[in-house]
């Protein structure tokens, strides 16, 4: 509140977009950039290439097996985030509105 009694609405955080990821290194949310994964496996290949050959192949199945269980975790998320909503209901429709 101003000493004219006016309410005024609380000035914005100032948004701020990070460094971009490194290339050949981590990204912001921890995992390999799709550069350091390409430089991780061909370190692998020179080191063992069976291996590297393995993995190569077993990745799009090991992928493929996982997408069930996304679609699991998010409709998991979806419920939990439908019930917070629904609990906090009340809450909003209580508080004070917002000029």
């Given at each position: 509140?101003?000493s004219?009694?006016?309410?005024?609405?609380a000035?914005?955080?100032?948004?701020?977009s990070?460094?971009?990821?490194?290339?050949?290194?981590m990204?912001?949310?921890?995992?390999?950039?799709?550069?350091?994964?390409?430089?991780?496996?061909?370190?692998l290949?020179?080191?063992?290439?069976?291996?590297?050959?393995?993995?190569?192949?077993?990745y799009?199945?090991?992928?493929?097996?996982?997408i069930?269980?996304?679609?699991?975790g998010?409709?998991?998320?979806?419920?939990?985030?439908?019930?917070?909503?629904?609990?906090?209901?009340?809450?909003?429709?209580?508080?004070?509105?917002r000029a």
């Amino acid at each position: 509140m101003t000493s004219s009694g006016v309410l005024r609405p609380a000035p914005r955080p100032a948004e701020t977009s990070g460094p971009p990821p490194a290339y050949g290194g981590m990204s912001r949310k921890g995992g390999l950039t799709s550069m350091g994964t390409f430089l991780a496996w061909l370190l692998l290949f020179i080191l063992c290439w069976p291996l590297a050959l393995l993995a190569l192949i077993l990745y799009p199945l090991l992928w493929l097996l996982s997408i069930p269980f996304r679609l699991v975790g998010i409709t998991f998320d979806a419920v939990f985030q439908f019930l917070k909503a629904l609990l906090l209901l009340p809450a909003r429709i209580l508080a004070p509105r917002r000029a």
